[in-house]
């Protein structure tokens, strides 16, 4: 019995009192230092915060900025985000640290999307063309939406390495900056490692398990947000078998096609048909 | 020493309701609708007693402000900010607070990394963010008949 009074009180302190509520109940040394010891071990299996997520997402932006190019027409830019914010508030995650980013890339060769833990969510201008509609645009966005709700990015990084990377942010304080420049230097190469590894995973693509995932949430997304799912499958089937990149890691389009079929007569109101107006203002919007 | 369970119980749900604001600026909303009018907004790591859950959304109370929060803008995961609550925070508070991957670690990155395009991020940040986004949002959303305007199974 009091045994497992024990292991329920470890339980209930551990999950359900906050560190900061610890440190002020631990009233002598001896219990201070069990307290950080407790405290030290929470940080190290603890998540990434949302602002460390942010952080991250920016870095992989960058590289994908910087290997793209972005193209800068604000007319575009901020047609794309009236869509991509209208799918945004029928997620999951409506909301993010910093909020969502809906960007163009300059390329027009490639027909990728890609989105960053940051909340940062990129179509190609290849892409973007190959869309007849505004709810084909929509379907596009909401599949890297669904990525970033299902933290697929994030994910990709491995336990040991995530571990690694709470240890050397909980060794480390940004007050001692200029002190500890050794430390700070092993935090910047962590950030490093885990850039590279997120950003890795965001070109290359995700598990087929975690592609089909992104489009069955994808489809829910855009049907609550008022747009025709019937899109996903059209803009499916507009892509090239050869795709490259992340796109590649998707199955084959009949496959595809299939399972988002079957994932549409789950949902009980289809939004089955495409609004003129809606068509209009893609055309009105999008002049590449 | 069923008393002490009891007890031990009552002092762990108390204390099990504290949490925090996990975006820079969350909406405090007046009903559990993310189209709801908005009462009040607070600032990323915010402390804030949890009241109710009710859905995707938490009634919380922060002070005398009281509203509902999407779920997706609340952690029980502390944050702690340095510099807002270095007043209130204790010397190990602000050390944790310190810590991890934040604006300090990305302009050392950047030093390392000068051929990144950080600055056409910032651009495209910039870019992205929308003009008059609240009254703009409304007009695009209801001349598309999305979201709060969408009728179901909708021509």
Request: hydrophobic residues 40%; proline residues 2%; charged residues 30%.
């Amino acid at each position: 019995m009091r045994n497992y009074i024990f292991i329920m009180l470890l339980f209930f302190l551990f999950t359900c009192i906050s560190t900061d509520k610890l440190k002020k109940i631990a009233e002598n040394d001896n219990l201070k230092k069990t307290v950080n010891v407790v405290k030290k071990s929470y940080d190290a299996v603890r998540d990434f915060t949302p602002e460390e997520e942010y952080y991250i997402g920016r870095s992989a932006a960058a590289y994908i900025i910087t290997k793209y190019g972005l193209y800068t027409d604000k007319q575009v830019t901020q047609y794309v985000n009236m869509v991509g914010t209208s799918l945004v508030l029928e997620s999951p995650r409506p909301y993010l640290y910093n909020g969502y980013y809906f960007l163009v890339l300059n390329d027009e060769k490639n027909i990728n999307a890609y989105a960053t833990p940051g909340g940062h969510i990129f179509i190609t201008k290849a892409l973007l063309k190959l869309c007849d509609n505004e709810d084909e645009l929509a379907a596009v966005l909401a599949h890297e939406i669904a990525h970033i709700c299902n933290k697929d990015a994030i994910n990709s990084i491995s336990k040991t390495k995530k571990i690694e990377a709470i240890k050397s942010i909980v060794d480390f304080t940004m007050e001692k900056v200029t002190k500890d420049k050794e430390k700070f230097a092993k935090l910047t190469n962590i950030f490093n490692d885990i850039s590279g590894i997120v950003t890795k995973a965001i070109l290359n693509g995700y598990s087929r398990k975690q592609e089909d995932k992104a489009d069955k949430l994808g489809i829910r997304i855009v049907n609550n947000a008022g747009y025709s799912p019937l899109a996903f499958v059209n803009i499916i089937k507009k892509l090239p078998n050869n795709l490259k990149g992340h796109y590649k890691a998707h199955r084959n389009k009949k496959d595809r096609i299939r399972i988002i079929n079957s994932e549409l007569k789950k949902l009980s109101d289809v939004n089955k048909d495409i609004l003129d107006f809606r068509k209009k203002r893609f055309k009105k919007n999008i002049k590449l | 020493m069923k008393k002490f369970i009891f007890i031990l119980f009552l002092f762990v749900s108390t204390y099990a309701n504290d949490g925090y604001i996990s975006i820079k600026k969350a909406f405090v909303l007046e009903k559990p609708n993310l189209f709801a009018k908005k009462v009040a907004e607070l600032d990323y790591g915010e402390k804030v007693t949890l009241l109710e859950k009710k859905g995707a959304y938490y009634k919380i109370k922060f002070g005398h402000i009281q509203g509902w929060l999407h779920k997706s803008s609340f952690t029980s995961n502390k944050i702690v900010i340095l510099g807002k609550t270095k007043k209130q925070a204790s010397a190990s508070e602000i050390t944790a607070a310190t810590k991890g991957f934040n604006e300090i670690v990305e302009k050392n990155y950047k030093l390392e990394h000068k051929e990144l395009r950080f600055d056409l991020l910032d651009i495209g940040e910039k870019l992205a963010k929308i003009d008059n986004f609240i009254e703009t949002g409304i007009v695009f959303r209801k001349n598309g008949k999305l979201c709060e305007f969408k009728k179901v199974g909708q021509k």
